[in-house]
T-cell receptor
């Protein structure tokens, strides 16, 4: 199993550009989520999905969109990048709705918005 | 306000020594508490998950304790190794679905030889 994979590893954008961060898992997990990690702060939930076709907002959803057309993939779209979105983004998945299921994180995407 | 506070912020110990990291939370209602290890430049890796009824859970040289009455948890690392150098993050879930997670800022542990 590859586990949770994320692409790209690094990305530099200009303000106003859009892009999609990719996330895929091969563990048949129903629950997937996106977090951002900023210096001096804990991880914060952006969006999550409890299954294909179902998504919901987390703590900091503004400026981001998600979709879940398959169990395996959960892309995160930045609509119009802003410097405040400079961060490290982590995708995670678990086999239950996170209740007591072990959460597996991807390696992260380091995004810089100029 | 739901919060997770960790202490110390950073810690340096010698290889082979033990250490204990602290986590205090003001999260309600409480579902479960997790400890993660995050190596520099990597994603967090789950160490333990404890529910309200569990006091202790071990994973190799890592032992987590939970006192739900005082809302405190600790992570004890025994016989530290250089590979234990990482950030240790305490996470509290306040809904059964696990969609509501509050992450602490982490304790950065450095193990030196």
């Amino acid at each position: 199993n590859a586990g949770v994979t994320q692409t790209p590893k690094f990305q530099v954008l200009k303000t106003g550009q859009s892009m999609t961060l990719q996330c895929a898992q091969d563990m048949n997990h129903e629950y997937m989520s996106w977090y951002r990690q900023d210096p001096g702060m804990g991880l914060r939930l952006i969006h999550y999905s409890v299954g294909a076709g179902i998504t919901d907002q987390g703590e900091v959803p503004n400026g981001y969109n998600v979709s879940r057309s398959t169990t395996e993939d959960f892309p995160l779209r930045l609509l119009s990048a802003a410097p405040s979105q400079t961060s490290v983004y982590f995708c995670a998945s678990s086999y239950s709705k996170g209740g007591l299921g072990t959460q597996y994180f991807g390696p992260g995407t380091r995004l810089t918005v100029l | 306000k739901n919060q997770v506070e960790q202490s110390p912020q950073s810690l340096i110990i010698l290889e082979g020594k033990n250490c204990t990291l602290q986590c205090n939370y003001t999260v309600s209602p409480f579902s479960n508490l997790r400890w993660y290890k995050q190596d520099t430049g990597r994603g967090p890796v789950s160490l333990t998950i404890m529910t309200f009824s569990e006091n202790t859970k071990s994973n190799g040289r890592y032992t987590a304790t939970l006192d739900a009455d005082t809302k405190q948890s600790s992570l004890h690392i025994t016989a530290s190794q250089l590979s234990d150098s990482a950030s240790y993050i305490c996470v509290v879930s306040f809904n059964q679905a696990g969609t509501a997670l509050i992450f602490g800022k982490g304790t950065t542990l450095s193990v030196s030889s």
